[in-house]
């Protein structure tokens, strides 16, 4: 069974920095694609980051600037860097995994909760 685990989250302060990591084992198929998502409650869950294995990068518009996407898919390890962190990124973030080949669901993590408060 495909295991993905998050690591790195907890409180932290307005305006502070927390580094958040993820690691995928156990799938059959190569990813190609790795990233985070995150959802406040009540909200949707909405993208974050996400990394190609060519090291293409996007980011969600609320997090540009101030939020940064690293990694090996290789190695099926992604890293997300949060700086300048707000009150409004308070939110469960979840590592997301997509495999080389199509027809394979995504591979999701429990998620991770990320609080900033003062």
């Known amino acids: 069974q495909v295991q993905v685990v998050e690591s790195g989250g907890g409180l932290v302060q307005p305006g502070g920095s927390m580094k958040l990591s993820c690691v995928v084992s156990?799938?059959?198929?190569?990813?190609?694609?790795m990233g985070w998502y995150r959802q406040a409650l009540g909200k949707p869950r909405e993208l974050v980051a996400t990394?190609?294995?060519?090291?293409?990068?996007t980011f969600g518009d609320s997090v540009k600037n101030r939020f940064g996407i690293s990694g090996d898919i290789y190695k099926n390890t992604v890293y997300l860097q949060m700086n300048s962190l707000k009150p409004e990124d308070t939110a469960v973030y979840y590592c997301?995994?997509?495999?080389?080949?199509?027809?394979?669901?995504?591979?999701w993590g429990r998620g991770i909760q990320v609080t900033v408060a003062s």
């Open positions: 990394m190609t294995r060519a090291g293409y990068t």
């Open positions: 156990r799938h059959r198929f190569g990813l190609n694609i």
């Open positions: 997301n995994a997509r495999a080389t080949i199509k027809s394979v669901p995504d591979y």
